[in-house]
């Protein structure tokens, strides 16, 4: 089975600044990598697909670097509403399988 | 706009069987272009894969579960269903129901329904 291993667990950040989510994959999955935004009681919403993609309407300022093992996700100017929680998830198994992050809280 | 709807009990006693349905509006799902796919959350932790559905019928799902899990498609009320028997108390979660998009790109689940909690207990 594929792990990903978001770090950290957790970051304290404020309004403005440039914040960066790291994802490892215990494996090589190329750019099978899609990053999720979850705010409380909330689903998940896709960001970023194929591990650079933007989905469409989610703002520019959410970005997805990595390939292989490693992965980023980069917030460059944090907004009041991006505070909440991020996973990485793998789709890089077939037939699917796939495996989420732990998650990553963004806090004030 | 393609909208997903989680429904069924909120409450199952241990050993007994937790049934869901999600129901799709604005597509079809006997669409080939889209997996239908379960994902759980227990409460304050993380995201888990549960499994798939493809509109052939073929399904997925989590071997960790380590027992059968039952997706179906009903294409006459264009729902799809989880069955999940023998729960215990480690199956309380919140329930999600989403499609799992894959053409042309990785697979990736866009949209999510809004989720439903699901409380095992006698």
């Known amino acids: 089975d594929i792990q990903m291993t978001q770090s950290p667990s957790s970051l304290s950040a404020s309004v403005g600044d440039r914040v960066t989510i790291t994802c490892r994959a215990s494996q090589n999955i190329g750019n099978f990598l899609n990053w999720y935004q979850q705010k409380p009681g909330k689903a998940p919403n896709l960001l970023i697909y194929?591990?650079?993609r933007l989905q469409t309407g989610v703002p520019s300022r959410f970005s997805g670097t990595g390939f292989g093992t490693e992965f980023n996700l980069t917030i460059s100017s944090l907004q009041p509403e991006d505070f909440a929680t991020y996973y990485c998830?793998?789709?890089?198994?077939?037939?699917?399988?796939?495996?989420f992050g732990q998650g990553t809280k963004l806090e004030i | 706009q393609l909208q997903l709807q989680e429904s069924g009990p909120g409450l199952v006693k241990p050993s007994e069987t937790l049934s869901l349905i999600c129901s799709v509006s604005g597509d079809s799902i006997s669409n080939d272009d889209y997996y239908w796919g379960w994902i759980r959350q227990p409460p304050g932790k993380g995201l888990e894969w549960i499994g798939n559905?493809?509109?052939?019928?073929?399904?997925y799902h989590n071997p960790s579960l380590n027992r059968r899990v039952i997706i179906a498609l009903d294409t006459s009320k264009n729902q799809f269903s989880l069955r999940l028997p023998s729960v215990t108390a480690a199956d309380t979660a919140i329930y999600y129901c989403?499609?799992?998009?894959?053409?042309?790109?990785?697979?990736?689940?866009?949209?999510w329904g809004q989720g439903i909690l699901v409380s095992v207990s006698s």
């Open positions: 989403a499609r799992d998009l894959f053409r042309i790109f990785p697979h990736r689940f866009d949209p």
């Open positions: 194929a591990a650079a």
């Open positions: 998830q793998e789709s890089y198994t077939t037939p699917p399988f796939y495996t």
């Open positions: 559905v493809y509109y052939s019928g073929s399904t």
